[in-house]
């Protein structure tokens, strides 16, 4: 099942296995993004975090880019139309989404489309795309998180040539510095988001939620207090099971084991 936004700008696709696919599509202008398409992207990830049928989100753009980052021709409008609102910010809201969101990143991801690049919990990018950001270049200061999540990536030093320069930095790069997961063919781009996406969608969807909640929370914390928060957690879920949950764990454990015995 499919439906789009205005002017078939923010592509939104559910599948039947958990599955759903957010596609930023305006190729003609590689993907880069006016004040609706902003509010689009932002709604489309707040219903999808609701939707529970929805397991786990793809986030990709069509054409020759991922994003190529604001239309700076509406700059004025975004930047003083009341945008600082929550409800239409994409990052907010997919910062908020409890789904797993898997970038596939193709082309470029230049400035607001490296902040939504960043915004995602698992990257693939195809060879040779470039990350970029032009906030000093354009004279914009940075409202979607670039300036502290990238440091916390790929350590202060590298991060602040990658924005002081807005200089490009590749996928291959990407990669070696931790940000981007794995590197493929364009060709390969959705087929290997998809191969990710079903496997977390086959997990356990409940701790799948938890566990990237743990993760992100943890994360703003120094290591101390995010132990503290993962054992807070785990004490209240772990208080919460049922005869029946531990026992379709051991069902599962015995599976795997006589599976793995007919194979010696």
């Not at 099942?1 to 696709?13: R, Y």
């Not at 997919?94 to 607001?112: D, F, L, S, Y």
């Not at 990658?162 to 493929?184: I, R």
């Not at 909640?213 to 207090?225: A, E, M, P, R, T």
């Amino acid at each position: 099942m499919s439906d789009s936004s205005s002017e078939n700008l923010i592509l939104v696709s559910r599948e039947p296995d958990g599955i759903a696919t957010v596609t930023i599509n305006r190729p003609a202008s590689l993907n880069s993004l006016s004040r609706l398409m902003i509010t689009d992207l932002a709604r489309a990830f707040k219903d999808l975090g609701r939707d529970g049928s929805v397991r786990v989100i793809i986030l990709s753009g069509s054409g020759r880019a991922f994003c190529s980052g604001l239309d700076l021709t509406a700059a004025e409008q975004v930047f003083k139309g009341g945008m600082k609102d929550k409800e239409y910010d994409p990052v907010f809201q997919m910062e908020q989404c409890p789904k797993p969101i898997i970038g596939a990143i193709n082309g470029v991801a230049v400035t607001a489309g490296f902040e939504i690049a960043l915004a995602c919990d698992i990257l693939v990018a195809a060879k040779g795309t470039k990350f970029m950001d032009t906030h000093t270049r354009f004279g914009i200061v940075p409202s979607w998180g670039l300036s502290q999540k990238l440091p916390r990536i790929i350590g202060p030093n590298k991060a602040r040539e990658v924005s002081l320069t807005a200089m490009p930095f590749t996928a291959e790069e990407a990669q070696k510095l931790g940000f981007v997961n794995y590197v493929v063919e364009g060709t390969e781009l959705l087929k290997k988001a998809r191969e990710i996406a079903r496997v977390v969608a086959h997990n356990n969807h409940d701790i799948v939620i938890r566990y990237k909640s743990v993760i992100n929370d943890g994360f703003k914390l120094d290591l101390h207090h995010a132990l503290a928060l993962e054992k807070e957690r785990a004490y209240k879920y772990y208080e919460k099971m049922t005869t029946e949950q531990f026992k379709k764990m051991q069902e599962f454990v015995a599976v795997r084991s006589s599976k793995k015995s007919s194979k010696l």
